[in-house]
């Protein structure tokens, strides 16, 4: 089974990738008791340990099926590609593994039973959503329908596979374009960077292909916005969020705080919400 934390013993992180996001939540793991950084991995390995040394943040640059191996915890904050070599590393030894590239696992839904026979646990983090202990609940009961409408700057959707295989441009616009309407499963695909949230939502409630979604570029928002609507026996509700983008336009700086207040609900006495 994975470590649970015995009183006093703290448990160890890995975290697979240092862009952004993965940095971010490197730097905020020290003021977390109960937690330890111990180890990261990144395409550039010396580049990766001049920034915790500038960070003033104290953990081995390892290769990514290293970090199975030292931590109890591993968190993955890599494009989408690399997922599932750091995926099945923490699955065989039956980790946490904390993804936050949830349209990937869409694509690799096979590690989940994976995970149940090694008795691993995947954790997937809220991210720069909303509202997803609302969405879990209705699921109990009957879901009818959900949409998510996801407004972002042009920057925050340029270069996504979907819109170059399609010879879609964002760039200079001058107002709203929808870019994609479908399911959550196929924009997971056609935006890996773009839309993780869609996937998240998707695995929260009545699944990738019965949540739809609209994805627009509008060049008046500053702001990653996401809209959410749910039509349930149990309630109706609709919600929205509106993320200040991070380094990387692609991605919202709420999504390092997400995984911080998803490791800190794996060690806390006290936790709120489902």
């Known amino acids: 089974m994975p470590r649970t934390r015995k009183r006093g013993k703290r448990l160890t992180v890995g975290i697979a990738g240092l862009g952004a996001i993965g940095l971010d939540v490197a730097k905020r793991l020290g003021a977390v008791p109960g937690l330890k950084l111990v180890a990261v991995s990144a395409r550039d390995a010396k580049a990766a340990a001049a920034r915790l040394k500038?960070?003033?943040?104290?953990?081995?640059?390892?290769?990514?099926?290293?970090?199975?191996?030292?931590?109890?915890?591993?968190?993955?904050?890599?494009?989408?590609?690399?997922?599932?070599?750091?995926?099945?590393?923490?699955?065989?030894?039956?980790?946490?593994?904390v993804p936050l590239s949830a349209g990937a696992l869409l694509t690799n839904f096979d590690l989940v039973e994976r995970a149940r026979r090694t008795g691993a646990r995947i954790i997937v983090p809220t991210g720069?959503?909303?509202?997803?202990?609302?969405?879990?609940?209705?699921?109990?009961?009957?879901?009818?329908?959900?949409?998510?409408?996801?407004?972002?700057?042009?920057?925050?959707?340029?270069?996504?596979?979907?819109?170059?295989?399609?010879g879609i441009s964002v760039a200079g616009l001058t107002a709203p374009k929808k870019v994609f309407e479908g399911s959550a499963r196929d924009g997971a695909a056609g935006f890996p960077a773009n839309v993780n949230v869609a996937a998240a939502l998707s695995l929260a409630g009545i699944g990738p292909d019965r949540t739809t979604?609209?994805?627009?570029?509008?060049?008046?928002?500053?702001?990653?916005?996401?809209?959410?609507?749910?039509?349930?026996?149990?309630?109706?509700?609709?919600?929205?969020?509106?993320?200040?983008?991070?380094?990387?336009?692609?991605?919202?700086?709420?999504?390092?705080?997400?995984?911080?207040?998803?490791?800190?609900?794996?060690?806390?006495?006290?936790?709120?919400?489902?």
């Open 128 to 166: 720069a959503l909303i509202g997803l202990d609302a969405v879990r609940a209705a699921a109990e009961g009957e879901i009818r329908s959900v949409r998510m409408v996801t407004r972002k700057p042009p920057a925050g959707l340029d270069g996504a596979p979907y819109l170059a295989a399609r």
């Open 54 to 97: 500038a960070a003033g943040i104290k953990a081995s640059v390892v290769a990514l099926p290293e970090l199975a191996r030292r931590a109890d915890i591993v968190v993955e904050c890599l494009p989408a590609e690399h997922f599932r070599a750091v995926a099945e590393a923490a699955i065989k030894r039956r980790r946490i593994f």
């Open 213 to 274: 979604l609209e994805i627009w570029a509008d060049p008046s928002l500053t702001r990653n916005t996401h809209r959410i609507e749910v039509e349930a026996d149990s309630a109706r509700f609709a919600m929205t969020i509106e993320n200040v983008p991070s380094e990387n336009p692609k991605t919202g700086r709420i999504t390092a705080l997400s995984v911080i207040a998803c490791l800190k609900g794996l060690v806390e006495t006290l936790r709120v919400g489902s």
